[in-house]
């Protein structure tokens, strides 16, 4: 089914919009069609080589490679006169290479949140995200040992955005967090940091202790994961510690 078409005016003008947002020495072809793809509604091949100011050959084959990594999709045109033609837009993969302004606005909202509610309800309403998580994926993770539970952490947290691995160590197992999604909202509000530790102790159900934390100063955020044996021993009580 084609693509409506939305934009019916001269290509031309628009060439300083579509580049507009590109830094000039890092301008390439591939960026301007990317951009016009983005900003044009459903640009054709004639389109896309006027605003990047290329021959439609070099525009067909900066889509063909663009189709092959999946950041575009194309669709079929049909006239009653005439062959059809190709039209093309942003595949999700290609929508999430733009940046956002998620980071501004989820500050913002949370500000208001904790403006207008007591502290114990916000700490309620992370702890009701992360227990829905866990609710949505405990048929997957609750028969599985350790060895394949840590497994399933890694590749959970890496579907919420985190960067991170787990090794073997003499004291019992490390989650080390590469990068974190949400660094840039923790920053100003640190219940956000409780997210990925919270995922630890749901799915692991051992104790928790984090070594390391980017917001204060770390390269890298790091876990211990204690085995149940070991801190029972040293410490009945110990449920989930961090570096506060």
């Known amino acids: 089914m084609p693509w409506p078409r939305c934009y019916n005016g001269d290509v031309s003008t628009k060439s300083n919009i579509m580049t ?33 100011d290329v021959s439609p050959v070099t525009v067909r084959h900066h889509l063909n490679a663009l189709l092959a990594e999946g950041v575009i999709e194309a669709a079929t045109v049909r006239r009653k006169v005439g062959r059809p033609y190709y039209v ?28 207008r509610l007591p502290q114990a309800v916000i700490d309620e309403l992370f702890d009701g995200v992360v227990e829905n ?5 405990r048929g997957e993770f609750e028969h599985l040992g350790l060895d394949e539970r840590l497994d399933f952490l890694v590749e959970l947290l890496a579907e919420e955005g ?73 410490n009945p009580n110990l449920y989930l510690e961090t570096i506060g």
Request: glycine share 6%; proline share 4%; charged share 25%.
């Open 20 to 52: 507009s947002g590109l830094p000039s020495k890092k301008r390439t072809t591939r960026d301007v069609i990317l951009h016009s793809i983005k900003s044009l509604s459903h640009p054709t091949v004639e389109e896309l080589a006027e605003v990047a």
């Open 88 to 115: 093309y837009a942003l595949s999700e993969k290609g929508h999430e290479m733009f940046p956002k302004r998620y980071v501004r606005l989820t500050n913002r909202l949370l500000d208001e949140m904790k403006d």
């Open 133 to 137: 998580v866990l609710a949505e994926h």
């Open 162 to 234: 985190f960067l991170c691995s787990w090794e073997r160590t003499d004291s019992g197992f490390r989650i080390v967090e590469y990068s974190c999604p949400y660094v840039s909202i923790a920053g100003h509000h640190a219940e956000v940091c409780t997210f990925d530790r919270k995922l630890m102790d749901g799915i692991l159900q051992l104790p928790v202790r984090q070594d390391s934390c980017v917001l204060q100063g770390g390269e890298c955020c790091q876990f211990t994961i204690i085995e149940a044996a070991e801190s029972t021993a040293a």
